[in-house]
């Protein structure tokens, strides 16, 4: 789950297994006979809630971020040469002025 608010729901007789969330509360939530195995949703993450009959087992610990989905290659590799355009003018201009006031000028 990513950036999730689960409001005023009840869930009876599910199981959440295998689970990494960010951002995700439950708030007013009412889970009867539930069953959270191997996730990372911690107490914290059930703002005002009745956890009625439920059970958790191997809970994540750490930071289980990942952005694998957020930052693909295409991305890295479009805004990277975003960034070599905006340059380029700047380029130009002191070649072109380097061949005209010379290099020592230039440099000073």
């Known amino acids: 789950f990513k950036s999730v ?24 939530c009412t889970f009867m ?9 911690e107490q914290y993450k059930f703002v005002d809630s009745k956890l009625i009959n439920c059970t958790f087992s191997h ?4 930071c289980q971020i990942s952005f694998d989905d957020d930052y ?9 040469f975003l960034g070599t355009l905006a340059v380029l003018p700047g380029n130009i201009v002191s070649a ?13």
């Open 96 to 108: 072109l002025l380097m061949d005209r006031i010379g290099r020592l000028t230039m440099l000073g």
């Open 33 to 41: 006979n539930t069953t959270f195995y191997n996730t990372d949703l």
């Open 5 to 28: 608010t689960f409001e005023d729901s009840l869930f009876k007789n599910c199981v959440f297994e295998d689970i990494a969330s960010l951002n995700t509360y439950f708030r007013n």
């Open 59 to 62: 809970i994540r610990t750490g």
């Open 72 to 80: 693909s290659a295409y991305w890295i590799y479009f805004v990277n």
